[in-house]
């Protein structure tokens, strides 16, 4: 099955580019996901890849798909403070026998005035 | 508000206790999915309904159990608790039996808390 590793913490400072990396072992992902946590809050999703895709930009959010190496990132420019949370790498592969989503731990982003 | 609702949104129980939580998914959404997170142990996915049937169960523990109605609001059912089921449980849902670029929608979880 899916395994999904993330590194738990990143800190950066206001008006910096943030880079999170996620590993992930199925090679039949098909799709591959961030989320945001905020604070007392659910899971929000911020972008997804499909996995014929290298790269997708939307707006300040850039995900890179590496399918060689297996390694999924994503950048977001012009960090805020309002950034910091918990960031979650996701990966599913569509008709296989468990439709679901396998996370990694989460990345906790700060972001420093 | 994502649209899924997920009570109670707290709770607090002793050992040995059973306590039920309540999912609705999205309006339209075929699909409940639950999740449990834990500071050590991350969001693991527990068990996935699609239309009421059971559809694949990840790191579910026998003494948890689910299901999900015609209504297709779903309960997930904790016996037996230990201190180690403390953690927040989240239900997610979506229209589909299978993932898509449309992801899951996140309840905003119950926290359980034994005692």
């Known amino acids: 099955g899916e395994d999904v590793e993330q590194s738990l913490f990143l800190s950066v400072r206001e008006g910096d580019s943030s880079v999170i990396n996620c590993t992930y072992t199925?090679?039949?992902?098909?799709?591959l996901y961030w989320y945001k946590q905020e604070p007392g809050a659910g899971l929000q999703l911020l972008t997804y890849i499909f996995s014929n895709m290298d790269m997708k930009q939307d707006q300040r959010l850039t995900v890179l798909l590496n399918k060689k190496d297996k390694h999924l990132s994503l950048r977001i420019a012009d960090t805020q403070t309002g950034d910091s949370a918990i960031y979650f790498c996701?990966?599913?592969?569509?008709?296989?026998?468990?439709?679901?989503?396998?996370f990694g731990k989460g990345t906790k982003l700060s972001v420093k005035p | 508000d994502s649209g899924v609702t997920q009570t109670p949104k707290h709770l607090i129980t002793a050992t040995g206790q059973r306590v039920t939580l309540r999912c609705s998914p999205r309006s339209g959404d075929l699909s409940v999915y639950w999740y449990q997170q834990s500071l050590d142990q991350g969001l693991q996915f527990l068990i996935h309904?699609?239309?009421?049937?059971?559809?694949a169960k990840g790191n579910i523990l026998e003494r948890f159990s689910a299901q999900q109605f015609p209504d297709l609001h779903s309960e997930l059912n904790l016996s037996s608790l230990e201190l180690g089921d403390s953690a927040l449980y989240f239900c997610?849902?979506?229209?589909?039996?299978?993932?898509?670029?449309?992801?899951?929608?996140f309840g905003s979880g119950t926290r359980l808390t034994v005692v």
């Open positions: 996701g990966g599913g592969n569509y008709g296989g026998s468990q439709g679901n989503l396998i």
């Open positions: 997610a849902s979506s229209l589909r039996r299978d993932i898509s670029n449309y992801g899951y929608t």
């Open positions: 199925d090679s039949s992902s098909t799709y």
């Open positions: 309904y699609y239309n009421g049937e059971e559809r």
